[in-house]
């Protein structure tokens, strides 16, 4: 039986479509084996008759049979947005390939790496492995964070220098106070210069040569 890979192109199908995960692939076959004993339940409890019940189940499945090789669709594969297809048709599974996806419905959840041809981590069901179907779904697939460049630190004022660094005088523009401000016993006395201004300059007089006696 041919085997085809979930990156099969298939006529008619959605490029956007996917495989599914083993969570969605077990919703569908709970939903679709309630489709099936739901009613037969009802009918064995409600009218106390095994065989009436048993009946019911199998009208059920043949009717989901029918439904999956018309449309590719079942109740569960609805509900997850999903469809089954033969690839080597190119449309709807069938009626012997929905039959044996009926039969070996329990094994849509199991899952077998495909290799690295079809993609990296590409996963397909065993059912359509042995069905030589595909099962995949609209649904968007988990998507994959990326992460964005790291923000820079933070960036803190640069520490003052330890009060010895700084030469006594030195003006800092942080407004930090010198050692020799900070301790007016420490700051070096400069004379004070006199101002000149304002004040004129002394004349000073020609000295003229002694008269001879």
Do not use: C, F, K, N
Request: glycine share 10%; no cysteine; proline share 14%.
């Amino acid at each position: 039986m041919r085997q085809v890979r979930p990156g099969t192109a298939v006529r008619g199908a959605h490029t956007s479509w996917r495989a599914l995960t083993a969570g969605e692939a077990v919703l569908a076959v709970l939903l679709d084996v309630l489709v099936v004993a739901l009613p037969a339940v009802a009918v064995g409890v409600g009218l106390g008759s095994g065989v009436l019940a048993w009946m019911v189940a199998l009208e059920t499945v043949v009717l989901l049979v029918l439904v999956e090789a018309r449309s590719g669709r079942t109740p569960g594969l609805l509900a997850v947005s999903a469809a089954s297809s033969a690839p080597s048709r190119g449309s709807a599974p069938g009626l012997g390939r929905a039959s044996a996806r009926a039969v070996l419905r329990l094994l849509l959840p199991l899952q077998r790496r495909t290799g690295e041809a079809a993609g990296p981590g590409a996963r397909q069901s065993v059912l359509d492995l042995l069905t030589g179907t595909v099962t995949v779904t609209s649904r968007p697939g988990p998507a994959a964070v990326v992460a964005g460049p790291a923000a820079p630190p933070p960036t803190s004022p640069a520490p003052p220098p330890p009060p010895g660094a700084i030469p006594p005088g030195t003006v800092v523009s942080s407004g930090l106070l010198t050692p020799d401000a900070a301790r007016p016993e420490l700051a070096v006395q400069r004379p004070v210069q006199p101002s000149t201004q304002g004040r004129r300059a002394p004349r000073h007089r020609a000295m003229t040569p002694p008269e001879a006696p």
